[in-house]
């Protein structure tokens, strides 16, 4: 590979790939981390050979490419320029989309999505009502990059944000430029990066160092995974505009253990760069010089906050420090250091490219620019998108989320993790925008939404949130430590039957101390989950408490599975299938759970046929006695 | 303090010589070891604290803070369940008990056969497909009672 | 150094740039309550009972003081209600692992947490103690408050002495061999543990590496 070592280099390369290219279709396969669990390589080998074998292969351009956002159809692949996106691709589809659309140009329809309330066939990929209200700026490029060619990013434009910065642009220009735009955290805090670089550049110390915080640990939430594993280099290339601007000569990306593919496509990235001397010595012979080391994560979450992340670089326990000094001045090794989510650097070259007023074009007045959403949980179309700060919760959650599958009812959508909140039905119209989710009691985090509907049961949700953080916690402080144990305790005893008078009431107080004098902003936000369900769904504690009945029928210790005898045909199927042996009964003779044995693993009710739906669950109630006289069968 | 070492692991000391036997470096020198050797000893352990010159406390706190590590030798199969909110809410803690009683043992724990390690993780990043299982890096969307008894008797057949 | 002016508790304090709220209002008279704090230790901020609250100019905020540094201008409160709420409730977290111990009693008393009363004496047995602590009592007798950890460490430099696990789960351990070889000799963190049962953590450790 050619050094390139000028911005003009960098364009007439960029000349050379589209002409190469010109008139090619392209075949793109989404082969990241979800496509895999699905099989996506296979297909994409498929695809590849397939083509080969048709002779095919001059004509067009196969990628395997990272997440294109609508996850819950992958495998998906995407033909261009016409646009048609097949969905749920199989292996066994390939030679049908081999023979039939890119060599005769004819769509193959029992691919196409189908849409659920019109029943109608969608051809393109814009058309498609989970794609139709987003504005995929940032995450749509994954669809144009194959993940091991860095020539795909630049044939779109890549590093030419970069080349802008270093051939015109002081530092100081850079940074009123990312002000200006108003652009801010997208790791959760929200705070406004240009004013973060600023700070930054003007501390003393040498030499200063930037960093990629990958370590979402948010669980429900993906976006950077995706943005890592399907364009790397736009991390890449905001990061070294960064490094410019703040007077960096050192980056690291900090990538959590469990992301391995990201770390692999990255790393490849970083070896592709260095060799067409965008990374390294006198980047594009501006005299630029700056390195990037990869550091993988142990499994930790709360090395996502800064500080932590930064003792965890350094070799040590992710114990988060008190600030000031805040990293700005006093961070990696005690010097400057500036670190940024990833969709933060993702989102540097576009405002450098497009212009600050570009990027401020979109969103509310405080909020600017689009946010990348895991919209996941009980919805019909799961995966990521991105959408304009503004839009209202209800219009991702339905428009382009779908609502909720199997007919049930939404209940709340859980934004920010472990430090965020639940939001009800009666507040869907709130705008997605930093202040207005704070002001419910959640927050925007890292964009992780999870969607709940009637089943689940939301002290349950507060229980599961703080036994996460639990071991999470580094466990240096009293109230984080401490205020979070005994908080899980008072919401066990909740769950299990054993609620008290007074328990709402304390688990208030313990928030307050906890959210209060805990040393960083895990501690702080932990209590958010519990404080936020008992603000909007108090009602569903004092039944736990009061009657010892979950709402939702999902608390295991206060549910009972119950077979009703006048709908039990005696099939013997859950007979057979419950794993505790629990369930008595023959051909004719009615089946009755024996509660003592069950273990409430649920699988009775999933393998009753659904034409008898004699399966229940009851709470709050005592189990009906079995009917010992009447051991016959109602047939139906 | 110098502790003595009966013999020294060669494989480590490669890891080490790796990253040039930096401190820093001590996490990343670590995740190799467990990756090579499916756990880290307590000998590993003294090794490693000798050649860093990182005190052996420190390196313990290490090993038990971050759970990548594991001071016990790990199953010759890995389970994980995810235990992320999108499973959780699509109903992981169900599947997790179905695959805990097929396995006999809890979360964190090897079988005493050391045939199979049971893990949690808090999302790996395949919510569309939840709740998830993983078995030796193959994936498993939504599987039921059945399905799991079937995928852990052809391991242990595999065995 | 250059000197900073603040305001603690209303009263007029004047410090070296580089000290922190604590140190300062040591200086001024100014008592603070603190666990984990000691003169010859790095400052930790782990227990959370110095925290204070500062205002500048129209935000006010909790922090921890034996860790945040002064600042000109800054107005500080050691006992104000949002202050005195928490320490109450991290008093009575506290308690719940360690009752009856000496170091916490004299708060106990002043802050009026649910078991301690002046002039009481709190069997460390839960049962024979006739008042309810607001949370069950588990005892581990080990506040976490690293003092003997971070001596062994920063002082001794022996190291013999750590903390292992994380979140609800962080213990405080002896690693035998090291121990065996010169705690004995030592003994310097015994005096320092808050709850007095270091030496019985040790005797247990010791128990372990013979068994």
């Known amino acids: 590979m050619p050094r390139l070592n000028s911005a003009v280099n960098l364009d007439s390369l960029r000349q050379q790939l589209l002409d190469i290219n010109k008139g090619k279709k392209v075949v793109s396969v989404t082969n990241g981390t979800d496509g895999r669990t699905r099989h ?108 091991g060619r860095i020539d795909d990013y630049i044939a779109l434009g890549g590093y030419s944000a970069l080349a802008r910065v270093l051939s015109g642009m002081t530092p100081p220009r850079v940074i009123d430029e990312v002000k200006k735009s108003g652009l801010r955290g997208r790791g959760g805090a929200g705070f406004p990066t240009g004013m973060k670089w600023e700070f930054c550049r003007k501390a003393a110390g040498e030499p200063k160092y930037v960093i990629v915080n990958c370590d979402e640990g948010d669980p429900g939430a993906y976006m950077d995974r995706s943005l890592m594993e399907g364009n790397p280099h736009s991390v890449l290339e905001g990061l ?197 989710l704070s002001e419910l009691g959640a927050i925007m985090g890292s964009g992780g939404m999870i969607v709940m509907d009637e089943d689940t049961c939301l002290v349950d949700v507060a229980r599961y949130f703080l036994n996460f953080l639990a071991g999470e916690s580094c466990g240096k402080c009293v109230p984080c430590r401490e205020g979070i144990y005994q908080m899980l305790k008072i919401l066990n005893r909740i769950c299990e039957g054993r609620g008290r008078e007074g328990d709402i009431e304390l688990l208030e107080e313990i928030g307050e101390t906890v959210r209060d004098f805990s040393l960083c902003a895990l501690g702080k936000t932990a209590a958010n989950p519990v404080l936020s369900t008992i603000k909007y769904f108090r009602d569903e504690y004092e039944v736990h408490i009061k009657e010892k009945r979950c709402p939702a ?72 006695e079995p009917i010992r006289q009447k051991t016959g069968v109602v047939r139906k | 303090m110098v502790q003595t070492l009966t013999e020294a692991d060669k494989e480590v000391d490669e890891i080490v010589a790796k990253y040039q036997g930096d401190k820093s470096a001590l996490i990343q020198v670590l995740i190799e070891v467990q990756r090579q050797k499916h756990w880290l000893s307590k000998e590993t352990l003294k090794q490693v604290s ?48 179905n695959i805990s009683q097929t396995l006999k043992i809890n979360a964190g724990e090897t079988s005493p056969d050391e045939q199979f390690s049971l893990d949690t993780a808090s999302c790996l990043g395949c919510c569309a497909i939840g709740p998830v299982m993983v078995v030796d890096g193959e994936y498993y969307g939504k599987p039921s009672r059945k399905e799991v008894e079937q995928v852990i008797s052809a391991k242990e057949i595999e065995s | 150094m250059a000197e900073v002016s603040l305001i603690i ?35 930790y901020g782990a227990c959370r009972l110095c925290t204070v609250e500062i205002t500048k100019g129209k935000q006010s905020q909790l922090v921890a003081s034996c860790v945040y540094p002064v600042e000109e201008g800054l107005i500080v409160k050691t006992g104000s209600k949002p202050v005195t709420r928490g320490r109450k409730m991290l008093l009575e977290l506290l308690w719940a692992r360690a009752p009856g111990i000496q170091a916490l009693r004299e708060y106990g008393v002043k802050y009026g947490i649910t078991a301690v009363q002046a002039g009481t004496d709190y069997g460390i047995i839960p049962g024979i103690s ?53 705690c004995r000799q030592c003994e310097d963190c015994y005096p320092l543990c808050p709850t007095g049962t270091l030496p019985l953590y040790y005797t247990l450790a010791e128990a372990q590496r013979s068994a």
Request: proline share 5%.
């Open chain 1, 40 to 147: 996506s390589e296979v297909v994409f080998r498929a695809l590849t050979d397939e083509i080969r074998k048709q002779g095919l292969g001059g004509k067009l351009v196969v990628k395997s490419t990272g997440c294109h956002g609508f996850c819950e159809q992958e495998p998906t692949v995407l033909i261009l320029p016409e646009e048609i996106c097949y969905v749920g691709v199989k292996p066994e589809d390939v030679s049908e989309i081999v023979s039939q659309t890119l060599a005769e140009g004819e769509v193959v329809e029992r691919l196409l999505y189908e849409d659920p309330t019109s029943g109608e066939k969608i051809v393109k990929e814009s058309e498609i009502p989970f794609y139709k209200s987003q504005n995929r700026n940032v995450l749509g490029n994954n669809r144009f990059i194959d993940m």
């Open chain 1, 240 to 436: 070294l505009i960064g490094a410019y601007a703040i007077g960096a000569s050192g980056g690291y990306i900090y990538v959590r253990a469990e992301y391995p593919l990201a770390v692999e496509n990255v790393e490849t990235a970083i070896k592709q760069a260095e060799e067409y001397g965008l990374l390294g010595h006198n980047i594009l012979g501006s005299g630029l010089d700056f390195q990037i080391h990869v550091h993988r994560g142990a499994g930790a979450f709360v090395c996502g906050e800064e500080t932590a992340l930064i003792a965890s670089l350094e070799g040590r326990i992710g114990e988060p420090r008190q600030r000031p000094p805040f990293p700005a001045t006093s961070g990696l090794w005690g010097k400057p250091t500036n670190i940024n989510n990833v969709e933060t650097w993702a989102n540097v070259p576009l405002i450098i490219n497009k212009g600050a007023d570009w990027f401020r074009s979109l969103g509310t007045e405080r909020s600017q620019g689009t946010k990348i959403f895991s919209l996941v949980g009980k919805l019909k179309n799961t995966g990521l998108v991105e959408a304009p700060m503004g839009m209202t919760l209800g219009e991702i959650v339905f428009d382009i989320g779908g609502g909720i599958p199997d007919g049930k009812k939404f209940k709340a959508v859980q934004t920010g993790g472990p430090s965020g909140g639940v939001i009800p039905e009666s507040l869907l119209d709130t705008p997605v925008d930093y202040e207005e």
């Open chain 1, 553 to 624: 029928l999902a608390c295991k210790e206060l549910i009972t599975y119950y077979i009703e005898p006048e709908k039990c045909q005696a099939c013997l199927i859950c007979l057979r299938d419950c794993p505790a042996e629990a369930i008595t009964g023959d051909k004719k003779i009615v089946h009755v759970i024996d509660q003592s044995k069950c273990t409430k693993c649920g699988t009775c009710l999933e393998v009753c046929p659904p034409r008898f739906g004699a399966v229940t669950k009851l709470s709050g109630v005592k189990v009906p």
């Open chain 2, 50 to 97: 000798q050649r860093l010159g990182v005190a052996l406390s420190q390196i313990y706190h290490i090993a038990t803070f971050y759970k990548a590590f594991s001071l016990t030798p790990r199953g010759r199969h890995s389970v994980t369940v995810c235990l992320g909110t999108a499973c959780q809410v699509r109903g992981a803690p169900r599947l997790m008990d």
């Open chain 3, 9 to 43: 508790d209303d009263i007029a304090v004047k410090a070296n740039s580089g000290a922190t709220i604590l140190e300062a209002a040591r200086a001024a008279g100014i008592d603070i309550p603190t666990l984990c704090s000691h003169e010859k230790l790095a400052p």
């Open chain 3, 130 to 182: 006739s008042t309810r602590t607001k949370f069950e009592i588990e005892p581990t007798f080990c506040l976490l408050c690293g003092l003997c950890v971070r001596y062994c460490n920063e002082v001794k430099r022996k190291d013999a002495i750590g903390f292992v696990g994380r979140g609800t789960e962080r213990e405080v351990v002896f690693l035998p061999e090291l121990a065996a070889n010169g």
